[in-house]
């Protein structure tokens, strides 16, 4: 079966490192057969959480796209930037609205039974890597199985060359690798969409 995989970045930044990064994971999993969607944060703004809101206006239809998107896709590859030493507004904010249910659904339905795999990338020399550990635990906790492969390039803003690839072709590799390693999992596991 064909994987259908979603990748994005938890940045909107135009120039974004994270947007480069997990576009090359994207060029690994086409080459192993994956379908991919690539999301741009950009292009679907959603408003700062609050349950106040989602009493009075139910969910925002940028939310009903997002929600949409994530469950039609059975793999999520993710490119987190590490703010703090943690993960982004947001992408925590996209979570927690996406993790809100519309009446009859079930909970939690676009985790549920998905897969992902996480990688950053950051101007640092730990390339965001404590960023991952709570974006795994926050994905962990509501259901996606997060692949142990992971991976973060720090010096970042040297790291890519004018093509948007890395210039250590090791590196490049281990990025293509993850894109790979999702597709092939998230086939294998022929998970319901
Ligand atoms: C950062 N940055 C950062 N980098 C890092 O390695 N560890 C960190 O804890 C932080 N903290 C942090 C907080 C805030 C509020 C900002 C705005 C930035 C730097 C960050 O990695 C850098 O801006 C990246 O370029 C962000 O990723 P994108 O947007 O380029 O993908």
Redesign the pocket.
């Known amino acids: 079966t064909t994987a259908k995989i979603l990748a994005f ?1 938890g ?1 909107a ?1 135009h ?5 480069k990064l997990v576009k090359i994971a994207v060029e690994g999993a086409k080459a192993a057969g994956a379908e991919v969607t690539y999301l741009d944060f950009r292009d679907l703004p959603l408003p700062l959480y609050d349950e106040d809101l989602e009493e009075a206006e139910g969910l925002p239809e940028n939310v009903l796209k997002l929600k949409a998107l994530l469950k039609a896709h059975q793999g999520f590859l993710i490119a987190s ?5 943690s993960i982004t507004p947001l992408l925590k904010n996209a979570i927690d609205w996406a993790s809100r249910s519309e009446p009859g659904e079930p909970p939690l339905a676009c985790f549920n039974e998905k897969v992902a795999v996480l990688m950053s ?4 020399t ?1 390339g ?1 890597l ?1 960023g991952l550990v709570h974006v795994r635990s926050i994905l962990g906790n509501i259901g996606v199985l997060v692949l142990p492969d992971q991976q973060a390039i720090g010096n970042a803003h040297q790291a890519f060359d004018d093509n948007g690839n890395l210039k250590d072709e090791a590196k490049q590799a281990s990025i293509l690798q993850l894109g790979n390693k999702l597709a092939t999992v998230a086939a294998k596991l022929n998970l319901p969409v």
């Open positions: 970045a940045s930044r120039d974004s490192i994270n947007k930037p590490e703010y703090n030493s990338a950051s101007p640092g730990l965001g404590r």
